[in-house]
């Protein structure tokens, strides 16, 4: 197959061990973001197989019109950036594992980093001992603080870990919380409650239709002025521009960030990076070398699969079903 591979930032997924899985087949890899219709449809005109990098790019119905050769999309996790019905339409097959009962380690990692990173002023206690200045400020402790999982899947569960492995009190909010109690945790009565209550809160959320903007005005409002919001998921969790009012109102005081309603980001003036209280990464939860090879067996896999004629973790079987039929 002819397989194209976009915003491979960096050049890795040939160096992955899993890379050998598309031996014999035709890969061309795109290291640049390109989100131009005009300029990806010449890109991919003699794609076969579109492998995804998470979300970095959307595939949307007026690409798809242009890209007739395309049979597969290869990707993994939720896909809210592929419009499903078009590509059900023109029958092409989107593939993506959804990964059950693997965590993202990486994720969870970058997690606990940013909140030992805003927790002691890292970034600006750095950025002050290069300048020549000698401590700027004075951290806080976690230990014996409340550390609140919004939502407790894989993700939230492993996070959860490493704050009782800090002495912290755990306490959880999620739609089903039977895990949180079997695990230890308090579970709050209230999502009013759990954000009053709370120290540092950490989202851990897939975004679909029933969490896009979970997160209100009204909930952050409820923080402590010395409390930290940590969203390492989706930025739309949250409602649209309600994290930076309620930093500008100063609750909660503190926040760290690892992703943005637009990615990539290029504008250095965006308000959310222009809080001296706030630490923010470029949406690197997931980018480790070992994360990139568990995701990308899973892309791999689909891609061969499809090609020997059993496609798996298939997202729109009726492309399957209507191939049959007029097989």
Not at 22 to 34: F, P, R, T
Request: glycine fraction near 6%; charge should be neutral; hydrophobic fraction near 45%.
């Amino acid at each position: 197959m002819k397989i194209a591979i976009l915003d491979d930032y960096f050049d890795t997924l040939r160096t992955l061990p899993c890379f050998q899985k598309l031996k014999g087949h035709h890969v061309v890899i795109w290291n640049d973001h390109v989100q131009d219709t005009e300029v990806l449809a010449a890109r991919l005109q003699d794609a076969e197989c579109l492998v995804l990098i998470r979300e970095r790019t959307k595939i949307q119905a007026d690409l798809l019109e242009r890209l007739p050769r395309l049979k597969l999309i290869s990707q993994r996790s939720v896909y809210p950036h592929i419009d499903i019905d078009a590509c059900t339409r023109r029958g092409v097959v989107v593939s993506s594992s959804q990964h059950a009962g693997v965590p993202c380690y990486a994720a969870a990692e970058l997690t606990w980093a940013l909140i030992l990173a805003a927790a002691r002023q890292l970034p600006q206690q750095m950025a002050a001992l290069k300048a020549g200045k000698w401590q700027i400020g004075v951290g806080s402790t976690l230990r014996d603080k409340t550390l609140g999982i919004f939502g407790y899947g894989r993700i939230g569960a492993t996070v959860a870990g490493y704050g009782k492995a800090f002495g912290m009190k755990v306490v959880a909010w999620a739609r089903d919380a039977s895990r949180a109690r079997v695990d230890g945790c308090a579970v709050a009565r209230s999502k009013a409650e759990f954000f009053e209550s709370c120290d540092i809160v950490t989202l851990h959320m897939r975004l679909v239709p029933a969490t896009r903007h979970i997160v209100k005005a009204e909930d952050l409002a409820r923080m402590k002025p010395d409390a930290m919001l940590v969203n390492t998921s989706r930025a739309p969790l949250i409602e649209p521009g309600a994290l930076v009012a309620a930093l500008r109102a100063g609750r909660p005081g503190y926040a760290a960030v690892d992703v943005f309603e637009d990615e990539p980001v290029r504008d250095p003036d965006l308000p959310l990076l222009r809080f001296e209280q706030v630490v923010t990464t470029p949406h690197i939860g997931y980018v480790t070398r070992e994360e990139y090879e568990t995701q990308f067996i899973d892309i791999f896999d689909q891609i061969v699969a499809f090609a020997a004629g059993r496609p798996i973790n298939v997202v729109n079987p009726e492309v399957l079903e209507r191939t049959t039929e007029r097989g």
